[in-house]
């Protein structure tokens, strides 16, 4: 791709002075309506040889454009808390919102390249890489962002003139080192890595675009009209996008596990409070021990719950996190989004919670609102919710590759055991905060919710994180089943069974 890339290309100065005001002015028309719909955000990388031109493009955007509306991220090598975390978290974070431009100096391609070129990861391991740069960057495409990637390129001759004329000038000296020169022997590495990356990238949706950066006019005046291109890119349209394939279930119900309906029907006999205390007791004692496992100081711990109104999950978290360290755990109680969150692609907010090392969060609901109430009320479209079982898996998959521990529970009680807890809950004072209208309106449909549980279990419970299903009609009995599972699964990731 970078090696048939047209080079040479110039402007004169007068033609850049007479074409750049009218593009500026259509740059700021485009910017201020981006704003004033909050529609969409725009996702801007510039990447490119050293000396090619980054730095300037950057300053010109800044000085073209409302600076109030742009963001650059700049991130160099990973700090601790960022090494504590997935390897994308620290972009996640700092996306743009919706009406926002957010410019990153460096990306998401930067470690591919540095570590393939580096001979650190394999070519398999560097393609694998690509395709889930890929699907990261067809999710925000899908979630209605802008994505627009720009390679400034420069020839090796013009690189190494640019560093001569750079070192020459005592305004811009500091500027070049001698890591510098040492990058210029590897440019030829550089191109080949590089090439094969952005070839294997360029899509449609989200395309790389190359421009000639040996001349500054011709890279600006290129620069602009590619954004102003973007910036009038039509909303992709919802029945346009294809639906994820359907992943291959590895999850840990066999088949002759019973089905949704008759999990909450095969309870066993009813715990006395002796032996629910004593079982209690030994669970958590034994949670306790693992906590402070010494493995999990360079391991975190994500716990997700999730189950209808009224099946026990926040009983189930209190006997959790009885056993934990008040200063490791977070509890995420998940509720409607804000409007801050709903400037986000809808996996940002739980991005943005996740642990460091030795370090739990405990979600009370969690990312599979999309796929649950967001599809059965109908507040995203169909191929939004049809998507979401694809991300996910691939959200969960980025946990376990960096180290995190993911579980996930699903709490099941029959319709009768809910009207009973209902009713329960409005009888008794301290606890009719709990019961609103809504989860009346919720009950009133059941059997679609039923039906979009078991798709979710079956489409998103992988061999790596496995939904574990609870029949917890009988409270007692759930919570102590929450707790001899996560011990199982807690020993099972830290190879104590």
């Given at each position: 791709?970078?090696?048939?890339?047209?080079?040479?290309?110039?402007?004169?100065?007068?033609?850049?002075?007479?074409?750049?005001?009218?593009?500026?002015?259509?740059?700021?028309?485009?910017?201020?309506?981006?704003?004033?719909?909050?529609?969409?955000?725009?996702?801007?990388?510039?990447?490119?040889?050293?000396?090619?031109?980054?730095?300037?493009?950057?300053?010109?955007?800044?000085?073209?454009?409302?600076?109030?509306?742009?963001?650059?991220?700049?991130?160099?090598?990973?700090?601790?808390?960022?090494?504590?975390?997935?390897?994308?978290?620290?972009?996640?974070?700092?996306?743009?919102?919706?009406?926002?431009?957010?410019?990153?100096?460096?990306?998401?391609?930067?470690?591919?390249?540095?570590?393939?070129?580096?001979?650190?990861?394999?070519?398999?391991?560097?393609?694998?890489?690509?395709?889930?740069?890929?699907?990261?960057?067809?999710?925000?495409?899908?979630?209605?962002?802008?994505?627009?990637?720009?390679?400034?390129?420069?020839?090796?001759?013009?690189?190494?003139?640019?560093?001569?004329?750079?070192?020459?000038?005592?305004?811009?000296?500091?500027?070049?080192?001698?890591?510098?020169?040492?990058?210029?022997?590897?440019?030829?590495?550089?191109?080949?890595?590089?090439?094969?990356?952005?070839?294997?990238?360029h899509k449609p949706h989200a395309p790389w675009v190359v421009v000639d950066g040996e001349d500054e006019h011709y890279r600006a005046l290129q620069?602009?009209?590619?954004?102003?291109?973007?910036?009038?890119?039509?909303?992709?349209?919802?029945?346009?996008?294809?639906?994820?394939?359907?992943?291959?279930?590895?999850?840990?119900?066999?088949?002759?596990?019973?089905?949704?309906?008759?999990?909450?029907?095969?309870?066993?006999?009813?715990?006395?409070?002796?032996?629910?205390?004593?079982?209690?007791?030994?669970?958590?004692?034994?949670?306790?021990?693992?906590?402070?496992?010494?493995?999990?100081?360079?391991?975190?711990?994500?716990?997700?719950?999730?189950?209808?109104?009224?099946?026990?999950?926040?009983?189930?978290?209190?006997?959790?996190?009885?056993?934990?360290?008040?200063?490791?755990?977070?509890?995420?109680?998940?509720?409607?989004?804000?409007?801050?969150?709903?400037?986000?692609?809808?996996?940002?907010?739980?991005?943005?919670?996740?642990?460091?090392?030795?370090?739990?969060?405990?979600?009370?609901?969690?990312?599979?609102?999309?796929?649950?109430?967001?599809?059965?009320?109908?507040?995203?479209?169909?191929?939004?919710?049809?998507?979401?079982?694809?991300?996910?898996?691939?959200?969960?998959?980025?946990?376990?590759?960096?180290?995190?521990?993911?579980?996930?529970?699903?709490?099941?009680?029959?319709?009768?055991?809910?009207?009973?807890?209902?009713?329960?809950?409005?009888?008794?004072?301290?606890?009719?905060?709990?019961?609103?209208?809504?989860?009346?309106?919720?009950?009133?449909?059941?059997?679609?919710?039923?039906?979009?549980?078991?798709?979710?279990?079956?489409?998103?419970?992988?061999?790596?994180?496995?939904?574990?299903?609870?029949?917890?009609?009988?409270?007692?009995?759930?919570?102590?089943?929450?707790?001899?599972?996560?011990?199982?699964?807690?020993?099972?990731?830290?190879?104590?069974?």
């Amino acid at each position: 791709m970078l090696e048939t890339a047209e080079t040479g290309r110039k402007v004169s100065k007068a033609y850049y002075h007479r074409a750049l005001p009218a593009l500026r002015a259509a740059l700021l028309e485009a910017q201020a309506q981006l704003f004033a719909q909050q529609r969409r955000p725009v996702v801007v990388l510039i990447s490119g040889e050293d000396g090619a031109g980054k730095r300037e493009t950057i300053h010109a955007l800044y000085e073209w454009m409302d600076p109030r509306f742009l963001r650059t991220v700049a991130l160099d090598d990973p700090t601790q808390e960022e090494r504590e975390r997935p390897p994308m978290w620290r972009y996640w974070r700092t996306l743009p919102p919706k009406g926002h431009i957010g410019i990153f100096s460096g990306s998401w391609y930067s470690d591919p390249i540095r570590l393939r070129m580096a001979g650190h990861i394999s070519q398999k391991r560097f393609e694998a890489q690509a395709q889930r740069i890929e699907r990261f960057e067809t999710m925000l495409v899908q979630e209605g962002a802008i994505v627009l990637k720009l390679w400034i390129h420069l020839g090796k001759d013009a690189q190494r003139r640019r560093l001569h004329a750079l070192e020459a000038d005592p305004r811009t000296a500091w500027r070049v080192t001698p890591w510098h020169w040492e990058r210029l022997k590897t440019y030829d590495k550089l191109q080949h890595v590089a090439s094969h990356l952005l070839a294997l990238t360029h899509k449609p949706h989200a395309p790389w675009v190359v421009v000639d950066g040996e001349d500054e006019h011709y890279r600006a005046l290129q620069v602009a009209r590619v954004l102003l291109d973007a910036l009038g890119a039509p909303m992709p349209r919802k029945q346009q996008r294809r639906p994820a394939p359907k992943p291959p279930v590895a999850g840990p119900v066999p088949k002759s596990a019973p089905g949704l309906a008759q999990l909450a029907e095969h309870a066993g006999p009813a715990l006395t409070q002796r032996r629910y205390k004593a079982e209690l007791a030994l669970y958590q004692g034994r949670l306790s021990e693992l906590a402070r496992h010494h493995q999990l100081r360079k391991r975190s711990i994500v716990l997700a719950l999730e189950g209808p109104d009224a099946a026990g999950k926040g009983g189930a978290i209190r006997r959790i996190t009885q056993a934990l360290d008040a200063r490791q755990f977070q509890i995420i109680p998940v509720a409607a989004p804000t409007d801050e969150e709903q400037a986000q692609p809808y996996l940002w907010r739980f991005w943005r919670n996740l642990p460091r090392w030795g370090h739990w969060r405990v979600f009370d609901r969690s990312w599979y609102g999309r796929v649950l109430v967001e599809r059965v009320e109908g507040l995203c479209s169909p191929a939004d919710w049809e998507r979401a079982y694809g991300e996910i898996n691939d959200f969960e998959g980025e946990l376990v590759a960096a180290r995190v521990i993911v579980v996930k529970f699903w709490l099941q009680i029959s319709q009768d055991e809910q009207l009973r807890r209902f009713r329960a809950r409005e009888q008794t004072a301290f606890k009719r905060f709990k019961i609103t209208r809504e989860d009346w309106r919720n009950r009133a449909k059941w059997q679609a919710y039923q039906g979009a549980i078991t798709e979710m279990v079956e489409r998103t419970s992988t061999s790596k994180v496995p939904w574990d299903l609870i029949e917890a009609n009988d409270k007692d009995g759930a919570r102590l089943e929450i707790l001899r599972r996560l011990c199982q699964r807690l020993e099972q990731a830290l190879a104590l069974s």
